[in-house]
């Protein structure tokens, strides 16, 4: 099975700052690679896909980099409504839909 | 607009089994795949079922292979996940979603509300 390993698990910001989210395969998944939104009590929302593709409608404040085994997520200047929990999800093999633990981002 | 509303979650005792369902409109059913996603409480997510438009792959995770069966009905627009044999560590939000494929991969690019399965005695 592959394994995501999302860095932090939590990380406290402040509105207007720069906030980059790791995540890591344990073995290369391409750029079969795919980042969510949760807020409390909401299904997950898909921000982007193919590490770097920015899905309709999203801001383009998020930002996706990576490719292999080493991802990033970036907001490049936090706005209230994205204090949520953010997970990556590789889909490399059909055979599991792997998702990171989560990264919760707070207001400091 | 693209809708996905499950049903069928509740209370259920160890061992007991439980039918969701999920109902889709706002697209045409039958092109896409879709897959099963739960959530525990407190928890993060995790896949568990993906069928393909079709039905002629399926795909489960170790954690309910045996126990779980994804299928689908086209001409209903609906999804289904039959769970048998339920464990406590089941107990979550179990979310329907649509597959969008593209480049060789797929995302999951709708979500519905989710159903809350419970199992204790």
């Known amino acids: 099975d592959i394994q995501m390993t999302q860095s932090p698990s939590s990380l406290s910001a402040s509105v207007g700052d720069r906030v980059t989210i790791t995540c890591r395969a344990s073995?290369?998944?391409?750029?079969?690679l795919s980042w969510y939104q949760q807020k409390p009590g909401k299904a997950p929302k898909l921000l982007i896909y193919?590490?770097?593709t920015l899905q309709s409608g999203v801001p383009s404040r998020f930002s996706g980099t990576g490719s292999g085994t080493d991802f990033t997520l970036t907001i490049s200047s936090l706005q209230p409504e994205d204090f949520a929990t953010y997970y990556c999800q590789q889909s490399y093999t059909t055979l599991g839909y792997t998702f990171g633990q989560g990264t919760n981002l707070e207001i400091k | 607009e693209v809708q996905l509303v499950e049903s069928g979650g509740g209370l259920v005792k160890p061992g007991g089994s439980l039918r969701l369902s999920c109902a889709a409109s706002?697209?045409?059913?039958?092109?896409?795949?879709m897959n099963w996603v739960r959530q525990a409480p407190g928890k993060g997510l995790e896949w568990v079922s993906s069928?393909?438009?079709?039905?002629?792959?399926?795909y489960d995770a170790d954690s309910v292979k045996g126990r779980f069966t994804i299928s689908r009905d086209n001409a209903k627009d609906s999804l289904y996940l039959q769970m048998n044999s339920l464990r406590a560590e089941d107990t979550a939000v179990y979310y329907c979603?649509?597959?969008?494929?593209?480049?060789?991969?797929?995302?999951?690019?709708?979500w519905g509300q989710g159903t809350l399965v419970t199992v204790s005695s």
């Open positions: 073995q290369s998944i391409s750029n079969y």
């Open positions: 069928i393909s438009s079709s039905s002629s792959f399926i």
């Open positions: 979603a649509r597959s969008y494929c593209t480049s060789g991969s797929c995302y999951f690019d709708y």
């Open positions: 193919g590490a770097s």
């Open positions: 706002g697209f045409t059913f039958s092109i896409y795949s």
